[in-house]
């Protein structure tokens, strides 16, 4: 699956409970789930971070639908020459 098709999904999903909660509401709740993932990662809870890192991934995809951003047109953006900074990859910055 690609980027813009999971983006795609969780719209369908989630797109208008998490439109209506808006912006902010939305960025809270990302926010929980990077730090249960956080939580998993500093507990090493190997069991838990597939699904938590799926959460995140969902949460920022519906943020940045929210938001009006395409993120797999933006990450390929930024991203498609290497290092933002140095265009290197791997990155060269000290």
Same mark, same amino acid.
């Given at each position: 699956m690609q980027i813009a098709e999971f983006q795609k999904l969780i719209e369908d999903i !989630? !797109?208008? =409970?998490?439109?209506? =909660?808006? @912006?902010? *509401?939305?960025?809270?709740?990302f926010c929980e789930e990077?730090?249960? @993932?956080? =939580?998993? @990662? =500093?507990r090493n809870q190997r069991e838990e @971070? +597939? *699904?938590e890192f799926a959460d995140v991934l969902a949460w920022l995809s519906t943020l940045a639908s929210i938001a009006g951003i395409d993120l797999q047109a933006a990450a390929a953006k930024k991203y498609a +020459? *290497?290092?933002p900074r140095c265009a290197a990859t791997p990155c060269g910055c000290p």
């Amino acid at each position: 699956m690609q980027i813009a098709e999971f983006q795609k999904l969780i719209e369908d999903i !989630y !797109y208008q =409970r998490d439109a209506a =909660r808006g @912006l902010a *509401g939305t960025h809270m709740w990302f926010c929980e789930e990077v730090g249960e @993932l956080t =939580r998993a @990662l =500093r507990r090493n809870q190997r069991e838990e @971070l +597939e *699904g938590e890192f799926a959460d995140v991934l969902a949460w920022l995809s519906t943020l940045a639908s929210i938001a009006g951003i395409d993120l797999q047109a933006a990450a390929a953006k930024k991203y498609a +020459e *290497g290092c933002p900074r140095c265009a290197a990859t791997p990155c060269g910055c000290p």
